[in-house]
C-alpha cells in the first residue's frame, strides 16, 4: 500500500532534488539544450563572489527578523486573547485572518500602503508633517518593508498555535504558584514559559523553515531584489529572473537545502534537550 | 497448489518490495540525469536556410505571446482580426505570456524545457540575443525572402537593431525611443521657451527656475527607478559626454564621460536638490504633476497624454557637452519565431509576423499606443493630426542610436547596470568605486555566459 506513495514522493520530490543536484554542476542557460559540466564551479563561483556575503546576510537577519518578530509578537498576542473579554473570537478571528491570505496580494496591497508619494502611510505622515521613507529605493528600508510586512501576516499562527499552549497549561499548578504568592510577571517568567517549551520549539522549526522558503511577498514587494536577496530569491533571480542561469541558480538552491537540513537537526538534536515536556 | 510460474506473480514480501522501491527511486535517480546535453561542441545557432518553403503548407493554428506593449491588447486582438478577414487557412490566438517583457521572456525560456512553445513571440531588446545564443529561434531571412517582405521598407536603424551575424533574428513591432516629456504650464511658470533644452547642462540652468516657480511640483526633474528600465535613458546622458557603457564587448561602464554623467545626476539629487528619483513610475509623477519633467518611452505616450491634467510638451532627449545628435537610443520589442516548433508553424507564424508589419498595422499599433510605426510608407498624418507630440518620436528617429552591448546583449546587463545607477542616486554610493564593481561584474557575465557561446 505503501508503494504508490514511495512511488509518488519519489518522482515529485527526490527526482527534483536528484536533479537539482545534477544541474548544480552544469554551467547550464535556461532555455539553452546544452551545457557545459562544470563540477563544483558553480559552488565557487558563488561563495567566491560578492553576492554571497550579501545574500547569506539578508537571509539570516530576514529569517532572524521574522521568527523573532512573529513569535515574540505572537505570544503577546495569545496573551492578550488569552482573557475573559468580550471579543476575543472576533479578535482571534482577525489576528488570523492575515496568515490565510494570499501573499501576492498581501504584497499588493501593501505595496500600496507604503508607496512613499501616493500611499496611505505617507498620507498620514504628511498630515503630521513628516516626509514618507524611500521604502522602494532604500535597500535597507526595503527589507524593514518586507520583514513589518511578513510579520503582520504571520504572527496569528503564532499566536493560535501559542493560544492553545497557553489554554493547556495546568491550572492547579499555575493556581498553586498564585496562592504561594508568585506574582503574574513571576508565574509567566517562571512557569508559563518554561510549560510553553514545546509550543515554542514547535514554531522555532516551522517558522524558521518558511521564512527560509519565504518568497511571494519578496518577489511581489521588491521586483528588483535590492535590499531583499535572500537565497531563494536569488535563486529565482538567478534562474529564472534576468540571468537565466540554471545550475548556478541551482547550487543557490542547494546551499538553501543543505542550510535547512542543517538547522534542522541543530534544532532536533539540542535545542530539543532543553525543552521541557510536561 | 503449485501455479505456472510463467505467469504467477509471486506475493510482495518485504524483501521484494524493498527490492521495487528502491529499483523505482533508482531509475528515478537514473532519469534525473537526463536534461540538457553535455556532450560535444554545441551546436551552431540554426537558420531557416534549407527549407523549401514553398513546400511548405502554412499550420491552421498558431499562437501570438505578447505582453501587450503599450496597454495593446486591443488593437492587438484587432489586428488578429483583421487578419483573419484577409486569409482563411490559419486561425492566430492571443496569449497574454506575461505583464512585462521579462515575464514573456520567463515564460519562454521556461517553455524551451517544457513545451508549448508559442509560434510568434515578442522579443525585448534585452532578451532576443539570448534567444540567439540559446539557439531558440530561426533566423527570418529566408521566410521574409519567400514571403516577398519588402524589408527595405522597415525603419533601417530599428530593423537592424536585430541583425547580428549577418542574419535577421526578429522584426520591429512594440519600437519606442525615450522621449523628453515637460509640463508646459510649469515651464511658462518659469519663463522658460516652450521646448525641451537642447542639453542636460542647459537644463541644469533651468531647473532652479522651475522649483522656484512652481513649488507645488517636489523636483525639476524625476529619473526612472531602478526597476523601470533606467539604465535604458542613462545611456542618452553617457552618450552626449562622449562615453559609452561598452565598446562592442570591452566594457567601458567605469571610463571618466560615465563617471561625469553620474556624478552630475547624483549632484543633481543630493547638492542642487532639483532632481529626484521615482520610487516606481516616473511617468505617474510627472503626470500626478509631481515632477515638471521625466525621461520616458514614447511608449507611454498616450498614456501620460491620457493621465495628465496639464499640457504635456515633449521633445528630442538633451544631448551633453560632448554631442548633442545621436544620443537616443532606440529600445522596445520586435517579434520573432521560436526554432523547435515545425515548420508549417513557422511559416504561418512568418506569414502573421508580416501581415503586422504592414505599413497600415504598425500605423494603426502606433496610434493606439505611442510606439512608433516600423515602417517608412507608414501613413501617420491621422495620427499626428490627432497626437501632434507622436511626430517628435518619429522625426527624432533618425537621429537615434543602437544600444551598448553591455546592456542589451549581456544577460542581467540591463539589471546590473540599473542596480548600479541606483545604488549612487539613491544610496549616494562612491562612483567610482561602484562603476569599478559594476565593470568587473558585467566582465564576469561577458567572460562566463556569453563569451563561450559566440561563434
Redesign the interface.
Known sequence: MALPNLVLIGAFTYRPLIMNIYYSTLNWTLGSATATVVGLGNYVRFFSSDAAGTVLTTTAVFAVATVGGSMVLGLLVALALNTNVPGTNVARAGVFAPYVLSGVGVGLVWLFIFDPVYGVLAYVLRRFGAESPRWFNDPTLSLVMVITVYVWKNLGYCAVVYLAGLQSLPADVMEAAALDGAGRLRRFGYMSLPLLGPTTFFLLITTILSSLQAFDLIRIMTPTSQGTRTLIYEAYVQGFGAYQRAGYSAAISVVLFVLLITLTIIQIAWVDRKVHYA | MKGNPLTMVPPLDRRR?LA??GG??GA??L???A????SGA??SPTTSTGTDWSKVTPAPEITFWSNHPGKSQDVETALINAYHKTQTETKVTLVTAGASY?EVA?K???A??GGQLPHVVVFSDVWWF??F????IISLNDLLSHLKVDTADYVEGLYKDYEFNTKQWAVPYARSTPLFYYNKAMWAAAGLEDRAPKTWQEFATWAPKLKAANPSAQVAHMYS???DYDSWTLQNKIWGEGGALSKDWTITCDAEPVVKVLQFTQDSVYKHKWAG?S??DASA?FA?G?AASFVGSTGSLVGVLKAAKFDVGVGFLPGGSQATDMVCPTGGAGLGIPKAITPEQQLAAAKFLAFLGLPENTAAFAAATGYMPVRKSSDMSAVYAKTPQAKIAVDQLSHTRSQDYARVFL??G??EI??AS?DIL??QAKITDRLA?LKSTLTD?YT??VK??LR
Open positions: 518490495f521495487i522501491t523505482g527511486i528515478l535517480a532519469s534525473a540525469c536534461g540538457p546535453i553535455t554545441a551546436p521579462e520567463q519562454f525560456q521556461t524551451q524545457q539570448r534567444y545564443l540559446n539557439d531558440s527607478a531602478a526597476s528619483v520610487a516606481k509623477d500626478a509631481a544577460p542581467g540591463d539589471r540599473g542596480i541606483s539613491t544610496q564593481k557575465i562566463t555566459d563561450p557561446k
